[in-house]
């Protein structure tokens, strides 16, 4: 490896990082960036699937107080960035909202109707680009039905979250849209509080453990992490999903006949091709990680987009394959913070790959328009998905 541009490791313009972390995992796995390059903290990536799991489950040594450092400004006060009892008893107030009966209903009175709602509009004319008239709408309308907000604030809704979580790279953007979002769901805060609807805000205003209730505060912090971490994620897979069938057009027809494969092709997605590639924790006490030394306050930054790649898991790892034993992988990293939201995410994904294909018969890539090309480093995804199918 170029010990003279160790800092390219972490270029966030980089559109294909794949072959990169291949060499990070080969040759440094645990690879210390120039500082200069990154803050004034020591700065690590952590590339293999076995290491970033050890991080990611020792929350005592490597906490993630970071994430309140990086996020905290556009996101306000986070779980995640909490650590410890602070984290387990917030964690535990809002789980309730996000049970299993609740999931239930979701699916049938929001998750459904949501997503024919919007293949309607696109069904008769036989051709459509995926991405923009289906899979950037469809989660951050479930989360905004989830959480109350009316149909037509919910693209101003989408741009707030989008500029919110690309605030790292635009603060004063960031910051801005921050606050509007805040300003707009007090609105409706303050509706529930006169008047609970039996909803998740009316649910986390109740929401009481050991006597302990949600503070103002932290129920800001909770919707305001809601959009960027629900939907931004669930569409960016999705659209990656739609991605590997349809430039596999052999594969494609074997899941239009046997539905039952839906969630192989949703977890191969998760593993192959997730939309968060990086978790960021910090050092909380001098320790080593493979051997490596990491001094206390480093930074370390979980490749988790590297780890389901790592050949030492997974056979043939580059390969977008269904017929994979069932295997664990860290899309939605693990240990004490794993995501609230992934039976949700899962849910979202299953209905809205099982929809497309009922309801956008013989889908194919359209021949005439660019073809589709998942990039990104920190977040991955396609810009856009032109179709063409049999119109109906
Ligand atoms: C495919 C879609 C999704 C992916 C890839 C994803 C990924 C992740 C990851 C990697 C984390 C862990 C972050 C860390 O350890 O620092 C996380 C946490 C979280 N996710 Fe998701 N997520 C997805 C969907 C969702 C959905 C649909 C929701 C909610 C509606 C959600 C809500 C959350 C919350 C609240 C946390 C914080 C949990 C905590 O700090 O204890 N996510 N997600």
């Known amino acids: 490896m170029d010990d003279s541009k160790p800092s390219s490791a972490l270029d966030l313009s980089v559109a294909q990082p794949y072959p990169l972390w291949a060499r990070i995992r080969a040759e440094r796995p645990v690879m210390r960036l120039e500082a200069s390059s990154v803050g004034p903290a020591p700065t690590f990536l952590v590339s293999r699937h076995e290491d970033a799991e050890r991080v990611l489950r020792d929350p005592e040594t490597f906490s993630s107080a970071i994430n309140n450092e990086i996020a905290g400004k556009y996101m306000g006060e986070s779980m995640l960035g909490m650590d410890g009892d602070e984290h387990r008893q917030y964690r535990d107030l809002v789980a309730h909202a996000f049970r299993a009966s609740v999931l239930d209903r979701w699916d049938g009175a929001l998750v459904r109707p949501t997503l024919h709602a919007l293949l309607d509009g696109i069904a008769p004319a036989g051709r459509a680009d995926l991405m923009r008239d289906v899979v950037l709408k469809y989660p951050v309308q479930v989360i905004c039905g989830i959480i109350g907000v009316p149909l037509h604030d919910q693209e101003q809704l989408a741009r707030w979250s989008e500029e919110i979580i690309q605030g790292p790279l635009d603060p004063p953007r960031g910051v801005a849209s921050s606050r509007a979002m805040r300003g707009y769901l007090a609105g409706i805060v303050e509706a529930r509080r006169r008047e609970p609807a039996g909803d998740l805000i009316s649910e986390l205003l109740a929401a009481e453990i050991d006597g302990q209730r949600l503070t103002e505060e932290r129920i800001y912090g909770f919707l305001l992490l809601l959009l960027p971490a629900g939907a931004e994620t669930t569409l960016r897979v999705l659209g990656n999903a739609l991605v ?60 988790t987009g590297s780890a389901g790649r790592d050949e030492a898991r997974y056979a043939a790892a580059d390969a977008f394959r269904l017929d994979r034993p069932p295997q664990r992988h860290l899309a939605f990293g693990t240990g004490p913070h794993q995501c609230l939201g992934l039976h949700l995410a899962r849910l979202e994904m299953r209905v809205g790959l099982d929809a497309i294909l009922d309801r956008l018969p013989n889908l194919r890539l359209d021949p005439d328009a660019p073809a589709p090309e998942i990039k990104g480093f920190a977040f991955r995804n396609p810009d856009a998905i032109h179709v063409l199918f049999d119109p109906s």
């Open 244 to 303: 590997a069938l349809l430039t596999r057009p052999a594969m494609m027809a074997q899941v239009v006949a046997d539905r039952s494969l839906i969630p192989a092709v949703v977890e191969e997605t998760l593993r192959w091709e997730t939309s968060v590639t990086l978790i960021s924790r910090v050092a909380a006490r001098d320790t080593e990680i493979a051997g490596c030394p990491i001094p206390a306050g480093a930074v370390i930054n979980v490749l």
